[in-house]
Protein backbone atom coordinates (compact mmCIF):
# COMPACT_ATOMS: atom_id res chain seq x y z
CA UNK A 1 0.00 0.00 0.00
CA UNK A 2 1.11 3.55 -1.36
CA UNK A 3 1.83 6.58 1.49
CA UNK A 4 -2.00 7.47 -0.26
CA UNK A 5 -3.62 4.51 1.43
CA UNK A 6 -3.92 3.36 -2.45
CA UNK A 7 -3.45 -0.73 -2.97
CA UNK A 8 -0.11 -1.15 -4.18
CA UNK A 9 2.61 0.96 -5.12
CA UNK A 10 5.79 0.86 -7.28
CA UNK A 11 7.48 -1.39 -4.75
CA UNK A 12 4.54 -3.84 -5.28
CA UNK A 13 4.81 -3.85 -8.83
CA UNK A 14 8.73 -4.51 -8.66
CA UNK A 15 8.67 -6.94 -6.27
CA UNK A 16 6.21 -9.30 -8.41
CA UNK A 17 8.32 -8.60 -11.47
CA UNK A 18 11.31 -10.31 -9.31
CA UNK A 19 8.75 -13.21 -8.70
CA UNK A 20 7.70 -13.47 -12.31
CA UNK A 21 11.37 -13.25 -13.38
CA UNK A 22 11.50 -16.83 -15.83
CA UNK A 23 8.37 -17.25 -15.72
CA UNK A 24 6.55 -15.47 -18.27
CA UNK A 25 6.84 -14.56 -22.15
CA UNK A 26 9.06 -11.49 -23.03
CA UNK A 27 6.57 -9.52 -25.18
CA UNK A 28 8.16 -7.01 -26.99
CA UNK A 29 6.93 -4.40 -28.39
CA UNK A 30 5.93 -4.77 -32.27
CA UNK A 31 4.31 -2.17 -34.66
CA UNK A 32 3.31 -1.96 -38.94
CA UNK A 33 4.28 1.06 -40.80
CA UNK A 34 0.63 0.77 -42.14
CA UNK A 35 -1.17 1.20 -39.06
CA UNK A 36 1.61 3.98 -38.04
CA UNK A 37 0.18 5.37 -41.63
CA UNK A 38 -2.98 5.04 -41.00
CA UNK A 39 -3.09 6.91 -37.90
CA UNK A 40 -0.36 9.10 -38.55
CA UNK A 41 1.49 8.27 -34.89
CA UNK A 42 3.88 5.88 -34.20
CA UNK A 43 2.00 2.67 -32.56
CA UNK A 44 3.67 0.57 -30.02
CA UNK A 45 1.72 -2.71 -29.35
CA UNK A 46 2.09 -4.84 -26.45
CA UNK A 47 1.25 -8.13 -27.78
CA UNK A 48 0.15 -10.05 -24.42
CA UNK A 49 -1.56 -12.44 -26.67
CA UNK A 50 1.43 -14.12 -26.78
CA UNK A 51 1.67 -14.30 -23.18
CA UNK A 52 1.95 -17.60 -21.28
CA UNK A 53 -1.80 -18.87 -21.10
CA UNK A 54 -2.58 -16.76 -23.70
CA UNK A 55 -3.32 -13.74 -21.81
CA UNK A 56 -1.92 -10.72 -19.09
CA UNK A 57 -3.73 -12.78 -16.31
CA UNK A 58 -0.73 -15.22 -15.43
CA UNK A 59 1.16 -12.13 -14.44
CA UNK A 60 -1.46 -11.62 -11.61
CA UNK A 61 -2.69 -15.30 -10.91
CA UNK A 62 0.93 -16.29 -10.77
CA UNK A 63 1.90 -13.48 -8.52
CA UNK A 64 -0.65 -13.42 -5.83
CA UNK A 65 -0.48 -18.54 -5.31
CA UNK A 66 3.66 -17.76 -5.60
CA UNK A 67 3.09 -15.86 -1.92
CA UNK A 68 0.60 -18.49 -0.48
CA UNK A 69 1.51 -19.80 2.85
CA UNK A 70 1.26 -23.51 3.94
CA UNK A 71 -2.45 -23.43 5.20
CA UNK A 72 -3.29 -21.96 1.54
CA UNK A 73 -1.70 -24.69 -0.53
CA UNK A 74 -3.21 -27.29 1.05
CA UNK A 75 -7.08 -25.81 1.22
CA UNK A 76 -7.38 -25.03 -2.31
CA UNK A 77 -7.97 -22.68 -4.86
CA UNK A 78 -11.15 -21.09 -6.00
CA UNK A 79 -11.47 -18.78 -8.54
CA UNK A 80 -13.97 -17.25 -11.05
CA UNK A 81 -13.54 -15.84 -14.27
CA UNK A 82 -14.90 -15.99 -18.01
CA UNK A 83 -12.01 -17.49 -19.33
CA UNK A 84 -8.12 -15.57 -19.20
CA UNK A 85 -8.18 -15.51 -15.08
CA UNK A 86 -9.14 -18.90 -15.21
CA UNK A 87 -6.63 -20.26 -17.79
CA UNK A 88 -3.90 -17.97 -15.26
CA UNK A 89 -4.85 -19.25 -12.34
CA UNK A 90 -5.07 -22.95 -13.28
CA UNK A 91 -1.60 -23.09 -14.94
CA UNK A 92 -0.19 -21.09 -12.02
CA UNK A 93 -1.75 -23.65 -9.46
CA UNK A 94 -1.28 -26.56 -11.32
CA UNK A 95 3.06 -25.31 -11.23
CA UNK A 96 2.32 -25.04 -7.54
CA UNK A 97 1.08 -28.09 -7.51
CA UNK A 98 -2.54 -26.48 -5.66
CA UNK A 99 -6.02 -28.10 -6.39
CA UNK A 100 -7.74 -25.43 -8.58
CA UNK A 101 -11.64 -24.98 -9.23
CA UNK A 102 -12.74 -22.16 -11.21
CA UNK A 103 -16.49 -21.15 -11.99
CA UNK A 104 -16.92 -20.08 -15.36
CA UNK A 105 -19.93 -18.67 -17.10
CA UNK A 106 -21.99 -20.91 -19.20
CA UNK A 107 -20.74 -18.49 -22.35
CA UNK A 108 -17.62 -18.69 -21.79
CA UNK A 109 -15.67 -19.25 -25.17
CA UNK A 110 -15.04 -22.75 -25.80
CA UNK A 111 -11.47 -22.62 -26.07
CA UNK A 112 -11.21 -20.90 -22.37
CA UNK A 113 -13.12 -23.69 -20.76
CA UNK A 114 -10.96 -26.62 -22.83
CA UNK A 115 -7.77 -24.59 -22.06
CA UNK A 116 -8.53 -24.35 -18.18
CA UNK A 117 -9.39 -27.81 -17.78
CA UNK A 118 -6.23 -29.02 -19.50
CA UNK A 119 -4.11 -27.77 -16.78
CA UNK A 120 -5.97 -30.14 -14.35
CA UNK A 121 -8.45 -27.55 -13.15
CA UNK A 122 -12.12 -28.61 -12.28
CA UNK A 123 -14.61 -26.47 -14.08
CA UNK A 124 -18.04 -25.09 -12.43
CA UNK A 125 -20.49 -23.12 -14.76
CA UNK A 126 -22.83 -20.75 -13.76
CA UNK A 127 -25.28 -18.37 -15.54
CA UNK A 128 -24.06 -14.92 -16.07
CA UNK A 129 -27.58 -13.03 -16.29
CA UNK A 130 -29.55 -14.97 -13.42
CA UNK A 131 -26.44 -15.69 -10.97
CA UNK A 132 -23.66 -14.07 -9.17
CA UNK A 133 -20.45 -15.65 -9.29
CA UNK A 134 -19.99 -14.45 -5.85
CA UNK A 135 -22.82 -16.36 -4.61
CA UNK A 136 -21.65 -19.28 -6.50
CA UNK A 137 -18.33 -18.92 -4.96
CA UNK A 138 -19.51 -18.48 -1.96
CA UNK A 139 -20.03 -22.39 -0.36
CA UNK A 140 -16.38 -23.25 -1.71
CA UNK A 141 -14.87 -20.46 0.29
CA UNK A 142 -17.51 -20.81 3.58
CA UNK A 143 -18.04 -24.51 3.59
CA UNK A 144 -14.64 -26.23 2.31
CA UNK A 145 -12.21 -23.21 3.39
CA UNK A 146 -10.86 -22.83 -0.67
CA UNK A 147 -8.63 -19.66 -1.27
CA UNK A 148 -10.30 -17.18 -3.35
CA UNK A 149 -7.92 -15.73 -6.06
CA UNK A 150 -9.94 -12.88 -7.60
CA UNK A 151 -9.80 -11.67 -10.99
CA UNK A 152 -8.78 -7.91 -10.01
CA UNK A 153 -9.73 -6.51 -6.76
CA UNK A 154 -6.36 -7.52 -5.09
CA UNK A 155 -3.14 -6.22 -4.64
CA UNK A 156 -1.21 -8.84 -5.19
CA UNK A 157 -2.94 -9.59 -8.65
CA UNK A 158 -3.22 -5.69 -9.30
CA UNK A 159 1.16 -5.64 -8.99
CA UNK A 160 1.43 -8.58 -11.09
CA UNK A 161 -0.12 -6.99 -14.17
CA UNK A 162 1.27 -3.77 -13.29
CA UNK A 163 4.59 -5.49 -14.42
CA UNK A 164 3.69 -4.95 -18.01
CA UNK A 165 3.54 -1.36 -17.12
CA UNK A 166 7.62 -1.45 -15.84
CA UNK A 167 7.92 -3.51 -19.68
CA UNK A 168 6.23 -0.87 -21.87
CA UNK A 169 8.45 2.18 -20.07
CA UNK A 170 11.60 0.44 -20.32
CA UNK A 171 11.64 -0.75 -24.17
CA UNK A 172 10.24 3.00 -25.03
CA UNK A 173 13.02 4.22 -23.21
CA UNK A 174 15.26 0.92 -24.91
CA UNK A 175 14.23 3.22 -28.24
CA UNK A 176 14.78 6.39 -26.98
CA UNK A 177 11.00 7.31 -27.05
CA UNK A 178 8.46 8.76 -24.52
CA UNK A 179 4.80 7.26 -24.42
CA UNK A 180 2.20 10.28 -25.17
CA UNK A 181 -0.54 8.40 -25.15
CA UNK A 182 -1.25 4.65 -23.58
CA UNK A 183 -4.75 2.75 -24.18
CA UNK A 184 -5.45 -0.33 -21.95
CA UNK A 185 -8.37 -2.48 -21.90
CA UNK A 186 -10.43 -2.56 -18.47
CA UNK A 187 -12.86 -4.76 -16.97
CA UNK A 188 -12.42 -4.88 -13.59
CA UNK A 189 -9.82 -2.12 -13.75
CA UNK A 190 -6.94 -4.60 -12.49
CA UNK A 191 -4.70 -4.52 -15.58
CA UNK A 192 -5.00 -1.11 -15.83
CA UNK A 193 -4.69 -0.03 -12.68
CA UNK A 194 -1.30 -2.07 -11.91
CA UNK A 195 -0.07 -0.36 -15.34
CA UNK A 196 -0.91 2.86 -14.37
CA UNK A 197 1.55 2.58 -10.83
CA UNK A 198 4.29 1.53 -12.82
CA UNK A 199 4.18 3.60 -15.85
CA UNK A 200 3.68 7.16 -13.81
CA UNK A 201 6.34 6.10 -11.89
CA UNK A 202 8.60 5.93 -14.77
CA UNK A 203 7.16 7.92 -17.68
CA UNK A 204 4.96 10.40 -15.62
CA UNK A 205 3.61 12.60 -18.34
CA UNK A 206 2.02 9.39 -20.10
CA UNK A 207 -1.49 9.74 -20.52
CA UNK A 208 -3.03 6.65 -19.91
CA UNK A 209 -6.87 5.72 -21.06
CA UNK A 210 -9.07 3.09 -19.93
CA UNK A 211 -11.03 1.41 -22.94
CA UNK A 212 -14.24 -1.29 -22.58
CA UNK A 213 -16.99 -2.01 -24.42
CA UNK A 214 -19.98 0.06 -25.22
CA UNK A 215 -22.68 -0.36 -22.55
CA UNK A 216 -20.24 -1.72 -20.24
CA UNK A 217 -18.24 1.57 -19.56
CA UNK A 218 -18.64 1.70 -15.98
CA UNK A 219 -15.04 3.13 -15.20
CA UNK A 220 -15.59 5.88 -17.85
CA UNK A 221 -18.47 6.75 -16.22
CA UNK A 222 -16.88 6.31 -12.79
CA UNK A 223 -14.14 8.74 -13.50
CA UNK A 224 -16.66 11.39 -14.90
CA UNK A 225 -18.94 10.69 -11.56
CA UNK A 226 -15.45 10.61 -9.18
CA UNK A 227 -16.85 7.65 -7.95
CA UNK A 228 -17.85 3.99 -8.95
CA UNK A 229 -20.58 3.71 -10.97
CA UNK A 230 -22.40 -0.42 -11.47
CA UNK A 231 -23.76 -1.02 -15.52
CA UNK A 232 -26.99 -1.27 -15.93
CA UNK A 233 -28.24 -4.71 -16.19
CA UNK A 234 -29.46 -6.39 -19.86
CA UNK A 235 -26.37 -5.57 -22.24
CA UNK A 236 -24.13 -7.90 -24.52
CA UNK A 237 -20.97 -8.07 -25.99
CA UNK A 238 -18.44 -10.00 -27.68
CA UNK A 239 -16.02 -8.91 -25.29
CA UNK A 240 -16.86 -12.07 -22.73
CA UNK A 241 -13.14 -11.10 -20.75
CA UNK A 242 -14.03 -7.67 -19.81
CA UNK A 243 -17.97 -7.32 -18.95
CA UNK A 244 -17.66 -6.75 -15.49
CA UNK A 245 -20.56 -5.45 -13.48
CA UNK A 246 -18.64 -2.05 -12.12
CA UNK A 247 -15.02 -1.24 -10.86
CA UNK A 248 -13.13 -3.16 -7.87
CA UNK A 249 -13.15 -1.15 -4.42
CA UNK A 250 -9.15 -1.24 -4.81
CA UNK A 251 -8.68 -0.69 -8.10
CA UNK A 252 -10.81 2.50 -9.13
CA UNK A 253 -9.02 4.67 -6.47
CA UNK A 254 -5.80 3.61 -8.48
CA UNK A 255 -7.34 4.18 -11.81
CA UNK A 256 -8.56 7.75 -10.29
CA UNK A 257 -5.53 8.98 -9.34
CA UNK A 258 -3.69 7.82 -12.52
CA UNK A 259 -6.17 7.92 -15.55
CA UNK A 260 -7.00 10.73 -18.26
CA UNK A 261 -10.42 9.10 -18.98
CA UNK A 262 -12.57 6.47 -20.50
CA UNK A 263 -13.06 5.29 -23.89
CA UNK A 264 -16.26 2.74 -25.07
CA UNK A 265 -16.03 1.29 -28.18
CA UNK A 266 -19.09 -0.22 -30.11
CA UNK A 267 -18.83 -4.20 -31.02
CA UNK A 268 -18.21 -3.02 -34.31
CA UNK A 269 -15.26 -1.15 -33.91
CA UNK A 270 -13.57 -4.05 -31.99
CA UNK A 271 -14.33 -6.34 -35.03
CA UNK A 272 -12.76 -4.04 -37.67
CA UNK A 273 -9.49 -3.71 -35.26
CA UNK A 274 -9.24 -7.04 -34.98
CA UNK A 275 -8.99 -7.60 -38.52
CA UNK A 276 -6.15 -4.50 -38.34
CA UNK A 277 -4.61 -6.82 -35.94
CA UNK A 278 -4.81 -9.90 -38.26
CA UNK A 279 -3.79 -8.29 -41.32
CA UNK A 280 -1.43 -5.67 -39.73
CA UNK A 281 0.47 -7.60 -37.03
CA UNK A 282 0.16 -10.97 -38.20
CA UNK A 283 -1.46 -11.21 -34.50
CA UNK A 284 -5.10 -13.20 -33.37
CA UNK A 285 -6.63 -10.96 -30.33
CA UNK A 286 -9.71 -12.01 -28.95
CA UNK A 287 -12.24 -9.24 -28.81
CA UNK A 288 -11.87 -7.64 -25.38
CA UNK A 289 -8.20 -8.06 -26.14
CA UNK A 290 -8.36 -5.66 -28.70
CA UNK A 291 -10.68 -2.34 -27.54
CA UNK A 292 -7.20 -0.78 -27.35
CA UNK A 293 -6.75 -1.13 -31.09
CA UNK A 294 -10.26 0.17 -31.63
CA UNK A 295 -9.93 3.04 -29.38
CA UNK A 296 -8.29 4.82 -31.66
CA UNK A 297 -10.53 4.71 -34.47
CA UNK A 298 -12.89 6.29 -32.13
CA UNK A 299 -11.10 9.90 -32.83
CA UNK A 300 -11.71 10.87 -28.68
CA UNK A 301 -8.02 11.14 -28.34
CA UNK A 302 -5.91 13.21 -30.63
CA UNK A 303 -2.91 10.74 -31.43
CA UNK A 304 -1.63 12.58 -35.04
CA UNK A 305 2.26 12.88 -34.52
CA UNK A 306 2.64 11.22 -31.28
CA UNK A 307 4.11 8.24 -29.80
CA UNK A 308 1.11 6.05 -28.46
CA UNK A 309 1.26 2.47 -26.94
CA UNK A 310 -1.77 -0.21 -27.13
CA UNK A 311 -1.91 -3.08 -24.78
CA UNK A 312 -3.17 -6.31 -26.96
CA UNK A 313 -4.25 -8.21 -23.77
CA UNK A 314 -5.50 -11.35 -24.47
CA UNK A 315 -5.44 -13.90 -27.67
CA UNK A 316 -8.20 -16.72 -26.30
CA UNK A 317 -11.02 -16.99 -29.13
CA UNK A 318 -13.17 -19.88 -30.29
CA UNK A 319 -11.64 -20.02 -34.00
CA UNK A 320 -15.35 -20.20 -35.43
CA UNK A 321 -16.17 -16.54 -33.68
CA UNK A 322 -12.82 -15.32 -34.97
CA UNK A 323 -13.27 -16.28 -38.62
CA UNK A 324 -17.01 -14.54 -38.13
CA UNK A 325 -15.93 -11.73 -36.61
CA UNK A 326 -13.14 -10.46 -38.88
CA UNK A 327 -15.58 -11.52 -42.29
CA UNK A 328 -17.63 -9.10 -40.73
CA UNK A 329 -15.51 -6.41 -39.61
Known amino acids: MDSQGLAIDIGDVEAAAARLKGQIVSTRFVESEALNAKYKARILFKPECLQRTGSFKFRGAYNRISQ????????????????NHA??????????????TIIMPLDAPQTKV???????AEVVFYDRYNQTRDEVAA??????????VPPYDDPSIMAGQGTIGLELVADANERGLTLDELFVPSGGGGLI??????????????????????NFDDLRRSLVAGQPVANEPGHRSICDAILTPQPGNLTFPVNKRNLAGGIAVTDDAVKAAMRDAANHLKLIVEPG????????ASGEVDIEGKTVAVVLSGGNV???LYGEFIAAA
Open 139 to 148: PYIEERGMVL
Open 318 to 320: DLD
Open 289 to 296: GCVGLAAL
Open 114 to 120: ANTRSYG
Open 193 to 214: SGISVAVKAGSPGTRIWGVEPE
Open 68 to 83: FTGDEHKRGIIAYSSG
Open 87 to 100: QGVASSARLFGIRA
